[in-house]
């Protein structure tokens, strides 16, 4: 397999873990990245951006657990899930390029675009707090994605198809990893047990904003294209009975959905998040290595 050739990894029969490799040309290189008739490219361009951007934000912040998990095998199972959805991102970038004619590589997608321009959900840029927090997070990111990965599968785009049947086997491990934990912690001891209901407490606000559809989402999904996140609430909600029913946790009140981060209105993390994750770029923008 080539490295520098991302699509490869999604039908290849050897081992996929491309991100490990040294090459950065286009990912879709060679690929048939002809948009769908009757399918609008700038739409289909910004959708891939908004389940890109939410795969790069909540990467990043998986990376900033290295060194703070609470043992080194589960850095190892944090940075690879980081990895995992580092390289979704990175088809899903490409994929905006060649969809919206502009040609633009994912450089440009995760590098120079402002706080405003990101389309992530806002759950996926909350702050590093404890690991509590990052497990309850992880657990209800992995398990929507996953539902949407799945209803993506046969998508008229059959770029954004194969991206999503590729996705679907990484993603079904981070949620089952996520569960795992979220189990152990919330049927451990009383102060294990406490840690897990808080951090599901105080990211459950966000939740509403999963299921809400943005324009292009709706105008998509009627074309066969995306999926209307509104039709993944009843599995999510079974899934998250069955594992917190098992980590005797309780599920948070509901609140009013806020729908900001796919319209690019963000918490007040974000800004930082990618002034660091940009520093180099910006300041070296020609570089290569």
């Known amino acids: 397999m080539s490295f ?18 040294t090459g950065f040309a286009d990912p879709l290189n060679g690929v048939d990245t002809t948009v769908p008739p009757d399918v609008d490219g700038a739409d289909l361009a910004a959708y891939c951006l908004m389940l890109g951007d939410d795969a790069l934000i909540m ?11 609470p043992e080194l095998e ?3 199972a944090l940075a690879n899930i980081g990895l995992d959805l580092l390289g979704q991102t990175r088809l899903l970038y490409a994929r905006a390029g060649h969809a919206d004619g502009t040609g633009r590589g994912e450089d440009h997608y995760a590098f120079f675009r402002g706080e405003e321009e990101f389309a992530n959900v806002r759950l996926a840029e909350t702050p590093r707090g404890d690991f509590g927090d990052l497990i309850a997070t992880l657990l209800v990111f992995a398990t929507w994605r996953l539902a949407l990965l799945q209803r993506l599968i046969p998508s ?5 198809a194969a991206i999503a049947a590729k996705g679907v086997k990484e993603v079904a491990y981070h949620r089952d990893h996520a569960a795992q934990w979220t189990v152990r912690l919330g049927d451990g001891t009383d102060e294990s047990h406490r840690r897990m209901q808080a951090g599901l407490d105080r990211i459950w606000p966000l939740v509403g904003e999963l299921f809400t559809a943005h324009e292009v989402e709706t105008r998509l999904a009627r074309s066969g294209v995306a ?3 509104a039709g993944l609430r009843a599995e999510f909600d079974a899934v998250l009975e069955q594992v917190l029913t098992a980590a005797t946790l309780r599920r948070p009140a ?4 806020d729908p900001g981060g796919r319209r690019g209105l963000h918490t007040d993390a974000l800004g ?3 002034a660091e994750l940009q520093s180099v770029a ?6 290569t290595w």
Not at 7 to 21: I, M, N, P, S, V
Not at 59 to 69: K, Y
Not at 156 to 160: A, G, Y
């Open 272 to 274: 930082p998040l990618l």
């Open 4 to 21: 520098d050739n991302v699509y490869e990894a999604l039908t290849g029969d050897g081992d996929a873990r491309w991100a490990f490799g």
């Open 282 to 287: 910006r300041a070296h923008p020609e570089a």
């Open 156 to 160: 008229r785009d059959p770029v954004l």
């Open 254 to 257: 509901d609140v009013p959905p």
């Open 74 to 76: 589960e850095e190892v």
């Open 59 to 69: 990467s990043h912040r998986l990376q900033e657990w290295c060194t703070n998990a």
């Open 227 to 229: 999926v209307d996140p």
